[in-house]
């Protein structure tokens, strides 16, 4: 048994997911930690900007390259590689310049925004840019093996930003500080994810006639991308990602910010443990069985009930102490981000057993399947929030609504991956 578990870790496929495992473990793990002090330092009102700012940039950045950059890890050669690489960062220069008039406007609207953070407010279009850039780059060196950088990217990023996050905090800096800190660690992140990239700029293509026709060429080739990858990944971002504009709209910055650490702390789980127990026991099983008997029921269920198990104790744990958690570990002021996390707790617990296994529908080709849900979500978002602004309801309604909504296209969702994952006669 010793000598197989030798042979495993030796296995450079099984180093490599060590490796971007860990990377994203500290991440997620000094996230967590951080919240402890910057709960304390940083006022819900505060927070609520800084997340609604940060918001922006997760939602748009997603498709700030048209979803071109997944392309670079299946290129034909490097050279198309490469080519498809200078067309990413010619997009993100432009979507980013269209994001920043957005951005702008979005801005006069709130003007609280402006004077929360001031003109510290517009780095957020540099950490949009960068983010596109960080995106890009990580596709290029997941295709060129340099996993060592994508971790440290990721840790380090995570590591800088929060702790400057404590650090600005602890010196009375508000919603700029916590903008500086974003968008150093995001740089710091730049900086790693470019360090291979530095050394092959001669194979960049980026000015001149010959750069562009290589670009059109490679846009052509990858269309499907523009056309079906990046609405479909859009929309899967914006199901969750805009209820924050709604809980804003609805109950303002203060409210939100309360939410978001609710929010926050709940998706950890999800990022932890179920897609990486998906990751080990469910999508390399269910391909090979889908190869061998055009079904994967059997896989299927063996993750179903390993999550499930994860799920209910953590769903009945939520439900029982989230307020005496959240006030314990982030103080008093944030009890009601405990309250909310219940109302939340069932929907989170149906998402950490379905949503890892959305992977499923990639293996049987169904992936139009997630977009109809997702697209379902948004407007199950759209009826909570106007039924709640007519009637002038509270947050916790909004909250109901959501929970019971989701949780219930999270099981239509479920239904349709079990029925594709029948054996073929």
Same mark, same amino acid.
């Given at each position: 048994?010793?000598?197989?578990?030798?042979?495993?870790?030796?296995?450079?496929?099984?180093?490599?997911?060590?490796?971007?495992? *860990?990377?994203?473990?500290?991440?997620?793990?000094?996230?967590?930690?951080?919240?402890?002090?910057?709960?304390?330092? +940083?006022?819900?009102?505060?927070?609520?900007?800084?997340?609604?700012?940060?918001?922006?940039?997760?939602?748009?950045?997603?498709?700030?390259?048209?979803?071109?950059?997944?392309?670079?890890?299946?290129?034909?050669?490097?050279?198309?590689?490469?080519?498809?690489?200078?067309?990413?960062?010619?997009?993100?220069?432009?979507?980013?310049?269209? +994001? @920043?008039?957005?951005?702008?406007?979005?801005?006069?609207?709130?003007?609280?925004?402006?004077?929360?953070?001031?003109?510290?407010?517009?780095?957020?279009?540099?950490?949009?840019?960068?983010?596109?850039?960080?995106?890009?780059?990580?596709?290029?060196?997941?295709?060129?093996?340099?996993?060592?950088?994508?971790?440290?990217?990721?840790?380090? *990023?995570?590591?800088?930003?929060?702790?400057?996050?404590?650090?600005?905090?602890?010196?009375?800096?508000?919603?700029?500080?916590?903008?500086?800190?974003?968008?150093?660690?995001?740089?710091?992140?730049?900086?790693?994810?470019?360090?291979?990239?530095?050394?092959?700029?001669?194979?960049?293509?980026?000015?001149?006639?010959?750069?562009?026709?290589?670009?059109?060429?490679?846009?052509?080739?990858?269309?499907?991308? =523009?056309?079906?990858?990046? =609405?479909?990944?859009?929309?899967?971002?914006?199901?969750?990602?805009?209820?924050?504009?709604?809980?804003?709209?609805?109950?303002?910055?203060?409210?939100?910010?309360?939410?978001?650490?609710?929010?926050?702390?709940?998706?950890?789980?999800?990022?932890?443990?179920?897609?990486?127990?998906?990751?080990?026991?469910?999508?390399?099983?269910?391909?090979?069985?889908?190869?061998?008997?055009?079904?994967?029921?059997?896989?299927?269920?063996?993750?179903?009930?390993?999550?499930?198990?994860?799920?209910?104790?953590?769903?009945?744990?939520?439900?029982?102490?989230? =307020?005496?958690?959240? *006030?314990?570990?982030?103080?008093?002021?944030?009890?009601?981000?405990?309250?909310?996390?219940?109302?939340?707790?069932?929907?989170?617990?149906?998402?950490?057993?379905?949503? =890892?296994?959305?992977?499923?529908?990639?293996?049987?080709?169904?992936?139009?399947?997630?977009?109809?849900?997702?697209?379902?979500?948004?407007?199950?978002?759209?009826?909570?929030?106007?039924?709640?602004?007519?009637? @002038?309801?509270?947050?916790?309604? +909004?909250?109901?609504?959501?929970?019971?909504?989701?949780?219930?296209?999270?099981?239509?969702?479920?239904?349709?991956?079990?029925? +594709?994952?029948?054996?073929?006669?």
């Amino acid at each position: 048994m010793k000598e197989k578990l030798q042979q495993l870790t030796r296995h450079r496929f099984f180093r490599a997911i060590l490796t971007l495992f *860990s990377g994203s473990l500290i991440g997620q793990l000094v996230s967590v930690a951080s919240s402890l002090f910057t709960s304390r330092l +940083f006022t819900d009102y505060e927070i609520g900007i800084y997340t609604l700012m940060t918001t922006a940039v997760t939602l748009f950045s997603s498709v700030a390259c048209f979803k071109y950059e997944p392309s670079i890890v299946v290129a034909e050669d490097d050279d198309e590689a490469y080519d498809l690489l200078s067309l990413c960062l010619t997009l993100c220069g432009g979507t980013t310049l269209v +994001f @920043a008039v957005g951005y702008c406007i979005y801005l006069w609207c709130k003007p609280e925004i402006w004077a929360s953070a001031g003109v510290f407010s517009l780095l957020t279009i540099a950490v949009f840019f960068l983010t596109g850039v960080n995106d890009i780059m990580y596709n290029y060196n997941t295709r060129f093996q340099n996993y060592g950088l994508i971790s440290k990217a990721y840790a380090w *990023s995570s590591t800088v930003k929060y702790s400057m996050q404590i650090a600005l905090g602890y010196f009375g800096f508000s919603t700029d500080g916590m903008k500086v800190s974003s968008l150093t660690g995001t740089a710091l992140g730049t900086y790693f994810h470019l360090h291979y990239l530095w050394g092959q700029k001669d194979k960049l293509h980026l000015r001149g006639k010959e750069a562009r026709s290589r670009m059109k060429k490679v846009a052509v080739k990858y269309r499907r991308q =523009p056309l079906f990858a990046a =609405p479909s990944y859009f929309v899967q971002t914006a199901s969750f990602q805009v209820l924050n504009f709604l809980i804003e709209m609805l109950y303002g910055f203060a409210t939100f910010g309360i939410y978001s650490l609710a929010y926050r702390m709940l998706n950890v789980p999800i990022t932890l443990i179920g897609n990486n127990v998906a990751r080990v026991l469910f999508f390399k099983n269910a391909a090979e069985e889908y190869n061998t008997t055009g079904g994967y029921r059997k896989s299927l269920l063996t993750t179903t009930l390993a999550l499930t198990a994860i799920a209910i104790p953590m769903v009945i744990l939520l439900c029982l102490l989230s =307020p005496w958690l959240f *006030s314990l570990f982030f103080g008093e002021a944030w009890r009601m981000s405990g309250v909310y996390a219940i109302y939340q707790a069932p929907m989170y617990g149906v998402r950490l057993v379905v949503q =890892p296994l959305t992977q499923a529908l990639v293996i049987c080709r169904k992936q139009n399947i997630e977009l109809f849900i997702q697209g379902a979500f948004l407007v199950c978002s759209a009826i909570a929030f106007i039924y709640c602004r007519m009637a @002038a309801a509270p947050m916790e309604v +909004f909250l109901i609504l959501i929970s019971i909504s989701y949780s219930f296209f999270y099981l239509v969702l479920y239904g349709a991956i079990y029925l +594709f994952g029948k054996k073929k006669a």
